[in-house]
């Protein structure tokens, strides 16, 4: 016989509380029934089964191993029928109110200022908080509900929506190729004029590898650090030197041809772990209808692969 097929849902539902209040009486005055039907559904589901769930005497009900084990699989059960419930009614809701996004300063921008526009023309009941920092925040503390975070994903009290890969292109002007020359090795770089972002972990460094190798850094001496990297692009297009910049940064220069990659056979990076861009949210079982919306539009806005690759 299929068991699942004669256990409802509220029989389940009245396991679960008579196993945290350990007394009939008590889910009985919280349902708004008798203790004598409480009873008597705890009973028929032990029937169903064919397995004891509670000991019972005058003064106490206290679950049996397997009610304890029984237990663990109805909240489960219970869990997912309200997330399921949860689900289906988002379906007929819009989402509204207010949606707080923090976002790295010229990301923020270049890739999700452009785009509210739409985003609120789609959803005209959202309101959007947009805060722009290159500085690590805290989404719990600082009461974000999205922050899009590029580098490492590692703590596990957030969740990540992983949007693509960061990659890095080494590029300069034609007009500082018409004067300079173009490098065509490493070490040709020495001779060339460098423009390095310095953010408050220091000067980048450059590393470069062909494939299948290792990451090696090419030191520079740069005729100019910033912690500006619109600065350090403003200068790099009116020719003033050579960047390594990532493609969300500098995609739309290279497509326009502003600016011309350099070193092709080379693979160029700040970082030799892989960096992601990502959408991190806190750790929910049952993200709310607006972080889901808002981050499942820039998916769809990105695209695969980024639209600026």
């Known amino acids: 016989m299929n068991l699942a097929s004669t256990i409802d849902i509220r029989t389940l539902h009245f396991f679960v509380s008579v196993f945290h209040a350990q007394n009939f009486s008590v889910v009985a005055r919280r349902a708004g029934v008798s203790a004598s039907m409480i009873s008597r559904t705890i009973h028929q589901l032990e029937d169903t089964l064919g397995q004891q769930l509670f000991y ?8 049996t191993e397997e009610g304890k084990l029984f237990f663990r699989y109805a909240q489960r059960i219970i869990e997912q029928m309200e997330e399921a419930q949860e689900a289906l009614q988002d379906r007929g809701e819009e989402p509204s109110g207010l949606i707080r996004i923090n976002a790295p300063v010229f990301f923020g921008q270049r890739h999700i200022a452009p785009w509210l526009a739409e985003l609120s023309e789609r959803y005209p009941r959202l309101s959007v908080e947009l805060t722009l920092t290159d500085e690590f925040i805290d989404p719990l503390r600082e009461r974000t509900d999205i922050i ?63 494939p299948d190798q290792a990451w090696r850094e090419h030191p520079v001496t740069p005729v100019l650090t910033s912690n500006d990297a619109n600065g350090l692009l403003t200068a790099a297009l009116h020719g003033m030197g050579i960047v390594l910049f990532p493609d969300w940064l500098i995609g739309q220069e290279l497509q326009e041809e502003k600016m011309v990659a350099l070193l092709p056979d080379y693979e160029a990076a700040i970082n030799t772990q892989p960096q992601s861009i990502a959408a991190v949210y806190p750790n929910v079982r049952h993200p709310p209808l607006n972080v889901r919306t808002v981050i499942d539009y820039f998916v769809d806005v990105y695209g695969h692969p980024l639209y600026w690759q």
């Open 56 to 63: 019972r005497n005058t003064r106490s009900i206290t679950p």
């Open 148 to 210: 899009f975070r590029i580098g490492n994903l590692a703590d596990s009290s957030f969740h990540a929506r992983v949007l693509g890969t960061q990659r890095y292109h080494l590029a300069a002007s034609p007009q500082y190729l018409a004067k300079y020359g173009t490098p065509t090795s490493l070490s040709e770089l020495n001779h060339h004029r460098c423009l390095v972002y310095k953010g408050f972990e220091g000067a980048n460094r450059w590393l470069f590898r062909q």
